[in-house]
């Protein structure tokens, strides 16, 4: 059967369609330009979002294992109960949905309250699902390179506890590898939570060790203080967001990004190599 991936053109999503490929899964895509989507031949597109409940009946027909990614937006959660709710109604029982670490702890920061209630949703409508809880993605570091390559400054106020930040490649990896454990099962499998953490868990000054060591220049590390790091993300994103930010790195440094005991062990086993660290992501874009 077809397997749907929603959120398919982003940093994860396309490592996951890519990896289900390699394993001979059919794919889905539900994306609102498949003009810009260019997915590898014999991936199956259909155009629409998560507002659009026409396109969300025609995405889920004839499937019944999903990939749930929906982006952080203003709409996010009423983006999350419909697809769930037309999921349901269309006969969807196998999930793997893109939550995020210690969401049901940090319940002041919007889009970590949003992914913990769509995870009870996924429980109270009984589906079978993993919930995938990713740190911090090492991927998202391109939107600050300018300021570390030109101005020496790692400007993420991760504190002093520490964040496992974890790689696209290995969420998408994981997430296809449940994906097609739960549509190749007989039965529904019970819901089950994976967190998702990279090899070494960095401090604001790890980072910008690594930084240095990369560049062979000195990169400081900004400091704890979230302001500064809200200001230059409202440059470029809507001032919500920005201050959404503000608060999940406030999260950041109050709580860090800790991994549970065995959290990394398990995902080398899932895996069968060991995981992408932060040094890679640095390499690829000061050479880049």
Do not use: C
């Not at 929906?70 to 006969?91: H, K, S």
């Not at 400007?155 to 549509?183: F, K, N, T």
């Amino acid at each position: 059967m077809t397997i749907l991936v929603i959120g398919a053109t982003g940093r994860v999503g396309r490592h996951v369609v890519d990896q289900l490929i390699q394993r001979d899964a059919q794919v889905r895509v539900l994306t609102r330009d498949p003009a810009k989507a260019a997915f590898p031949v014999g991936v199956e597109v259909m155009q629409g979002d998560l507002l659009d409940i026409g396109a969300l009946r025609a995405a889920f027909s004839g499937v019944r294992t999903v990939f749930l990614l929906n982006a952080v937006t203003g709409d996010e959660f009423t983006q999350a109960i419909l697809t769930l709710n037309v999921a349901r109604e269309a006969g969807v029982d196998r999930v793997v949905y893109l939550s995020v670490f210690d969401a049901d702890r940090a319940v002041n920061v919007p889009h970590f309250a949003v992914k913990s209630g769509a995870e009870r949703m996924l429980v109270a409508m009984g589906f079978g699902a993993t919930i995938l809880r990713p740190t911090y993605f090492i991927d998202n570091e391109v939107m600050v390179k300018d300021v570390i390559l030109q101005h020496g400054v790692y400007p993420i106020p991760i504190g002093g506890r520490g964040v496992a930040m974890v790689d696209a490649r290995d969420i998408a990896e994981v997430a296809a590898i449940e994906l097609i454990r739960r549509e190749r099962a007989p039965h529904t499998l019970p819901i089950e939570t994976i967190n998702l953490v990279g090899p070494e868990t960095l401090t604001g000054l790890d980072v910008a060790t690594i930084w240095s060591d990369v560049l062979g220049r000195t990169v400081t590390y900004g400091g704890d203080d979230p302001s500064g790091f809200e200001q230059t993300m409202a440059t470029f994103m809507p001032e919500w967001m920005a201050y959404e930010m503000r608060l999940m790195a406030e999260r950041y440094v109050s709580d860090g990004m800790i991994p549970e005991d065995g959290d990394r062990e398990r995902l080398v086993t899932l895996l069968g190599r060991p995981l992408h660290g932060y040094r890679e992501t640095a390499a690829r874009i000061a050479a880049e």
